[in-house]
């Protein structure tokens, strides 16, 4: 054994995990999933083109005149983003 090395208990293995990483070594983002099911339902909603639109190009109020894009970018949550998109744009409760 080398001097100055940690001694390790046989059969263990020292592996540094990436910050955010899960002990299976896949790495978790959290919100994804429900980022991924905010843009199907504006894409649901809007159709593809449009909902780029709507989320470039529209401020909303309760987004304290932010743009969709704007919002998520800033970090707030998905369902706050939708929820105001819900309300600018009247969709109907059963599509939300």
Known sequence: MRTGSPQRAPGRHSVRQPPGSSP??????????????????????????????????????????????????????PKTVWHAVCEAFQIPERAR
Not at 52 to 72: F, I, K, M, N
């Open 24 to 77: 299976a070594g896949r790495r978790r983002y959290p919100g994804a999933v429900r980022l991924t099911v905010f843009w199907d339902k504006m894409r649901a909603q809007f159709g593809d083109a449009y909902a780029a639109s709507v989320a470039s190009d529209h401020a909303l109020g309760e987004l304290g005149s932010r743009t969709v894009d704007q919002a998520l970018a800033e970090g707030i949550e």
